[in-house]
Structure formats: structure tokens, C-alpha cells
């Protein structure tokens, strides 16, 4: 049983910033990826942004240059570095990971967070 907390998340001015945070924890193999994704009512879960246990990220468009995702391995740990927020960046940020298995034949699985509010007013 593995668990993503989430913290970070608030109430922000247009053009303010925000960091979040999610550990991981429980019992796992490895993590081969962990990142963001966000939703708001009505709409489909999207990626923000993700990184690799080997380092590349990956941004959505909408994010690129104001957002910078990273991670600390050691404490199983991703960062949402979120500047310049936008009106349109509220939604529920939603931590994700993907973690590996010791067994080539068993695939990776994914866990999610439980979710946190970003509010920016414009």
C-alpha cells in the first residue's frame, strides 16, 4: 500500500506564486516517475508536469515558463514550483507516481493524491 500526501495549495493573487508538495510513502519498489496533474469541474484530469527517475520533464504548454516541477529521490519527494499564476490555473492539483516492480513480467502501477485546491483570483 503506497500514499501520496499533497500540501501546498491555497489562495493566490494573479501573478503570485505557490509550491506544492507530495510524499510518498509505504511500501515500493522504486519510483520511476512522479508528477502533476489538475482538474476543474466538468473537465478531464491534465497533465501539468512530470519527471523522470532519470531526470527529463515534461510540461504542458499552458504551464511552460512559469512552472518547474522537481524532486528529491532521497525523501521519495515532488516539488510544483508554480510562478505567475493565472486565473485558469485554478483547479485541484493531483499528485501522481508511478512505481516500479521488481519483476520485469509485473508492470509499473499508479497512485494518485487525494488532491489540494489552487485558487488564484484575478
Known amino acids: 500500500q503506497v500514499h501520496l500526501v499533497e500540501s501546498g495549495g491555497g489562495f493566490v493573487q494573479a501573478g503570485g506564486s505557490l509550491r506544492l508538495s507530495c510524499a510518498a510513502s509505504?511500501?515500493?519498489?522504486?519510483?520511476?516517475?512522479m508528477g502533476w496533474y489538475r482538474q476543474t469541474p466538468g473537465k478531464q484530469r491534465e497533465l501539468v508536469a512530470t519527471i523522470t527517475t532519470g531526470g527529463p520533464t515534461n510540461y504542458a504548454d499552458s504551464v511552460k515558463g512559469r512552472f518547474t516541477v522537481s524532486r528529491d529521490g532521497a525523501k521519495n519527494t515532488v516539488y510544483l514550483q508554480m510562478n505567475s499564476l493565472k486565473p485558469e490555473d485554478t483547479a485541484v492539483y493531483y499528485c501522481y507516481a508511478r512505481f516500479g516492480t521488481p519483476v520485469v513480467e509485473v508492470d509499473p502501477y499508479d497512485s494518485w493524491g487525494q488532491g489540494t485546491q489552487v485558487t488564484v483570483s484575478s
Open positions: 509505504g511500501r515500493f519498489f522504486s519510483i520511476n516517475a
